[in-house]
């Protein structure tokens, strides 16, 4: 039996290559795949681990990759006896905000600029995508000084709220978004606006009752980017909030955990990691969506 | 009433004339079909009938109103689009709802005119699917339904059957008459395809080049085009152009057509003819089937003539033979048991009583 089998493939002409070639090409994208999770997964496991152990046992000479004394310490004692909560309460709220603020606004700039033609609106299209070149470390002490023009002149203290950053932040996402909305509703058939304007829709009618809900996975990329975007932002809250209760996560944790030069690993990789956590749960509640997303637009559905 | 009427319509865009200054009366209920080549500007004409493109000058009316400047939701029309156009998140419900839940219309009455309107389509139990589970025919049915429910003046058509294969094209085509002989809608359809546009107007409206060549019946326009333009585009396969001379003969007038080979001019058209005699610049028409194998008994204006036949195309009821009258290439219908041979010499019968004079500088039909 074993023999005819093997005769039976060696009579197997050559034209199986394709098949063959699949095969290594497969192997070769599970061995990178393989390598770059390892890759990318390292730090995020390190964090864990680091944040079980104990100060001793982090200044330990040992196996960095074992805990001898698993402990909680480090989740309890910076929930507990830190500002962490506040910081992350001001991450959320200003998350949130941010994300809201940046979907009206870019939402609606981009139906009006990949739709309505007007005077002007490839001009202003291509400046929107301009000003996401801009790189913030650039577009900071303009707004410092900004900030000190509308503390002059109409007496409010921009400085140093965490609410401030509510304002600032769309200077970075509003760009991107309605860039990527652009795009998206580019995609959408013209024919179906017309059908829309044909059937009485208005403008707005048009945009809320058949683009959103046919460019939903492009919103959801979009409102994905400006999350992360907002919640990792690390410059903006460094350069204009000072005080600790004014802190979101990012600079709360280098700022509060770092005293001197005595880090305080076990709590700022506790602290790292569950400030991770809202991104990833967002990530992996929209994930579908996302990936949809991303090739949404290649084809016209 | 729903009568259209376009005056002096003008369209440009930046320098370019789209449409150059056309008049069309539609009447009531009337089915009209735009047709012509691509660029010829009738699906612009048709956008600006539905309010998506404005005019560059002259008046639009329907219903006796001018409307050049009224949204496309107040003209009340309902056009179809070549790609359906359905909203891809509702379903067919919905997609044919959507125009009247706009206009607030009671949901009873909605409900009545949606399950009406897909009784009349044959689409009722396609009503709860989404548009991606429908098949082509099935889309292009939806966005008939659509139209239909909102029970408008006029409808648009904007070559709704270029998408479909062509089986289904056929199908549709009758549907499409069905539709229209039962709500009696007047219609405005844009067509590239001048079967189409023959199988389903009551007037065709041919166009080429921003200007209306000729309006008129189906079968006006293919017994009786007025322009070369018209002669060449009506009818599959297309019509036979030899360029002749015109010679005072004996009794009458004579068609010359090459050296040996002339033909005398029916005895009712020399009068008409008789002041381009000697004029250059003219084309014989001859339709295909108006040259055919000779038969036994010759019946007026008909003349046999002998031709080396270059190819022949087998059709199953009949048969396409190809020769050369000078540089012209000549087709004609024979019997497919007439035992045409390529390469060999058949007797060939022209029936003149059919023919057309054209001038060719003008491109005008004599």
Same mark, same amino acid.
């Given at each position: 039996m074993a023999n005819v089998a093997i005769e039976a493939a060696a009579a197997r002409p050559a034209y199986g290559s394709m098949s063959k070639d699949r095969r290594w090409a497969l192997r070769w994208s599970y061995f990178f795949l393989v390598l770059f999770a390892i890759f990318f997964l390292m730090p995020p496991i390190y964090m864990l681990i680091t944040s079980l152990k104990t100060s001793q046992e982090i200044s330990a000479a040992g196996n960095p990759w074992w805990i001898y004394n698993p402990t909680l310490a480090n989740y309890i004692e910076l929930l507990t006896q830190n500002h962490y909560l506040t910081f992350f309460r001001n991450s959320a709220i200003v998350s949130v905000c941010v994300v809201a603020i940046t979907m009206l606004i870019s939402v609606i700039a981009a139906f009006a600029l990949a739709r309505m033609k007007f005077w002007g609106s490839a001009t202003l299209a291509t400046g929107v995508f301009l000003t996401y070149l801009i790189p913030e470390t650039l577009l900071f002490i303009p707004l410092f000084k900004m900030f000190a023009w509308v503390n002059e002149t109409f007496?409010?203290?921009?400085?140093?709220? #965490? #609410?401030t950053l509510i304002i600032l932040y769309p200077s970075l996402t509003v760009p991107f978004a309605t860039w990527i909305m652009i795009g998206y509703f580019a995609s959408i058939p013209k024919e179906l606006d017309e059908a829309a304007l044909i059937d009485g829709a208005t403008w707005m009618q048009t945009l809320t009752k058949i683009f959103i809900p046919v460019a939903l996975p492009g919103i959801i990329a979009a409102t994905i980017f400006t999350f992360t975007v907002s919640w990792a932002q690390f410059l903006y809250p460094l350069a204009f909030t000072t005080s600790t209760t004014e802190l979101v996560l990012p600079v709360g944790i280098i700022t509060t955990l770092i005293k001197g030069d005595v880090f305080n690993w076990g709590q700022i990789m506790t602290g790292a990691l569950l400030g991770a956590a809202p991104p990833l749960i967002i990530y992996a509640f929209l994930m579908d969506y996302y990936i949809a997303g991303l090739t949404a637009g290649a084809t016209k559905g | 009433m729903a009568q259209v009427t376009l005056r002096k319509i003008v369209k440009k865009y930046d320098e370019v004339l789209a449409v150059r200054g056309i008049d069309l009366d539609i009447v009531d209920k009337e089915f009209i079909v735009l047709v012509g080549p691509s660029g010829c500007g009738k699906s612009t004409t048709l956008r600006m009938i539905a309010g998506l493109e404005e005019i560059s000058g002259g008046d639009i009316a329907i219903g006796g109103h001018v409307v050049n400047d009224v949204p496309p939701k107040d003209r009340d029309i309902a056009m179809v689009f070549q790609n359906y156009a359905l909203y891809p998140h509702m379903n067919v419900y919905e997609n044919m709802s959507f125009g009247l839940k706009l206009k607030k219309t009671p949901k009873d009455e909605i409900d009545r005119r949606v399950k009406q309107a897909a009784q009349i389509l044959d689409i009722t139990e396609l009503l709860d699917r989404k548009p991606k589970q429908l098949s082509g025919g099935q889309r292009q049915r939806v966005a008939m339904g659509r139209a239909i429910v909102r029970d408008p003046k006029v409808f648009l058509f904007d070559e709704p059957l270029s998408n479909l294969d062509a089986k289904l094209r056929v199908q549709m085509r009758t549907e499409i008459k069905k539709v229209h002989q039962k709500v009696r809608t007047t219609t405005v359809y844009v067509t590239h395809d001048q079967i189409e546009a023959m199988t389903l107007a009551d007037r065709v409206v041919v166009m080429n080049a921003g200007l209306i060549e000729q309006v008129g019946t189906p079968n006006d326009l293919y017994h009786s085009p007025a322009t070369k333009f018209v002669a060449g585009f009506i009818g599959s396969p297309a019509m036979n152009f030899i360029p002749c001379q015109l010679e005072q003969a004996a009794g009458g007038l004579n068609l010359r057509l090459a050296d040996k080979l002339s033909f005398p001019v029916p005895a009712d058209r020399t009068a008409r003819y008789a002041s381009h005699v000697g004029k250059g610049n003219l084309v014989l028409g001859l339709r295909p089937e108006h040259i055919a194998e000779t038969r036994p008994h010759t019946e007026p204006n008909q003349h046999d003539f002998d031709m080396v036949i270059d190819v022949v195309e087998p059709m199953g009821m009949e048969t396409m033979v190809y020769f050369t009258i000078g540089a012209a290439e000549i087709c004609g219908r024979v019997n497919p048991n007439a035992g045409a041979v390529a390469t060999q010499s058949m007797k060939l019968r022209a029936d003149l009583s059919n023919m057309h004079l054209i001038d060719d500088g003008t491109g005008k039909v004599l």
């Amino acid at each position: 039996m074993a023999n005819v089998a093997i005769e039976a493939a060696a009579a197997r002409p050559a034209y199986g290559s394709m098949s063959k070639d699949r095969r290594w090409a497969l192997r070769w994208s599970y061995f990178f795949l393989v390598l770059f999770a390892i890759f990318f997964l390292m730090p995020p496991i390190y964090m864990l681990i680091t944040s079980l152990k104990t100060s001793q046992e982090i200044s330990a000479a040992g196996n960095p990759w074992w805990i001898y004394n698993p402990t909680l310490a480090n989740y309890i004692e910076l929930l507990t006896q830190n500002h962490y909560l506040t910081f992350f309460r001001n991450s959320a709220i200003v998350s949130v905000c941010v994300v809201a603020i940046t979907m009206l606004i870019s939402v609606i700039a981009a139906f009006a600029l990949a739709r309505m033609k007007f005077w002007g609106s490839a001009t202003l299209a291509t400046g929107v995508f301009l000003t996401y070149l801009i790189p913030e470390t650039l577009l900071f002490i303009p707004l410092f000084k900004m900030f000190a023009w509308v503390n002059e002149t109409f007496d409010i203290q921009l400085m140093n709220h #965490w #609410w401030t950053l509510i304002i600032l932040y769309p200077s970075l996402t509003v760009p991107f978004a309605t860039w990527i909305m652009i795009g998206y509703f580019a995609s959408i058939p013209k024919e179906l606006d017309e059908a829309a304007l044909i059937d009485g829709a208005t403008w707005m009618q048009t945009l809320t009752k058949i683009f959103i809900p046919v460019a939903l996975p492009g919103i959801i990329a979009a409102t994905i980017f400006t999350f992360t975007v907002s919640w990792a932002q690390f410059l903006y809250p460094l350069a204009f909030t000072t005080s600790t209760t004014e802190l979101v996560l990012p600079v709360g944790i280098i700022t509060t955990l770092i005293k001197g030069d005595v880090f305080n690993w076990g709590q700022i990789m506790t602290g790292a990691l569950l400030g991770a956590a809202p991104p990833l749960i967002i990530y992996a509640f929209l994930m579908d969506y996302y990936i949809a997303g991303l090739t949404a637009g290649a084809t016209k559905g | 009433m729903a009568q259209v009427t376009l005056r002096k319509i003008v369209k440009k865009y930046d320098e370019v004339l789209a449409v150059r200054g056309i008049d069309l009366d539609i009447v009531d209920k009337e089915f009209i079909v735009l047709v012509g080549p691509s660029g010829c500007g009738k699906s612009t004409t048709l956008r600006m009938i539905a309010g998506l493109e404005e005019i560059s000058g002259g008046d639009i009316a329907i219903g006796g109103h001018v409307v050049n400047d009224v949204p496309p939701k107040d003209r009340d029309i309902a056009m179809v689009f070549q790609n359906y156009a359905l909203y891809p998140h509702m379903n067919v419900y919905e997609n044919m709802s959507f125009g009247l839940k706009l206009k607030k219309t009671p949901k009873d009455e909605i409900d009545r005119r949606v399950k009406q309107a897909a009784q009349i389509l044959d689409i009722t139990e396609l009503l709860d699917r989404k548009p991606k589970q429908l098949s082509g025919g099935q889309r292009q049915r939806v966005a008939m339904g659509r139209a239909i429910v909102r029970d408008p003046k006029v409808f648009l058509f904007d070559e709704p059957l270029s998408n479909l294969d062509a089986k289904l094209r056929v199908q549709m085509r009758t549907e499409i008459k069905k539709v229209h002989q039962k709500v009696r809608t007047t219609t405005v359809y844009v067509t590239h395809d001048q079967i189409e546009a023959m199988t389903l107007a009551d007037r065709v409206v041919v166009m080429n080049a921003g200007l209306i060549e000729q309006v008129g019946t189906p079968n006006d326009l293919y017994h009786s085009p007025a322009t070369k333009f018209v002669a060449g585009f009506i009818g599959s396969p297309a019509m036979n152009f030899i360029p002749c001379q015109l010679e005072q003969a004996a009794g009458g007038l004579n068609l010359r057509l090459a050296d040996k080979l002339s033909f005398p001019v029916p005895a009712d058209r020399t009068a008409r003819y008789a002041s381009h005699v000697g004029k250059g610049n003219l084309v014989l028409g001859l339709r295909p089937e108006h040259i055919a194998e000779t038969r036994p008994h010759t019946e007026p204006n008909q003349h046999d003539f002998d031709m080396v036949i270059d190819v022949v195309e087998p059709m199953g009821m009949e048969t396409m033979v190809y020769f050369t009258i000078g540089a012209a290439e000549i087709c004609g219908r024979v019997n497919p048991n007439a035992g045409a041979v390529a390469t060999q010499s058949m007797k060939l019968r022209a029936d003149l009583s059919n023919m057309h004079l054209i001038d060719d500088g003008t491109g005008k039909v004599l």
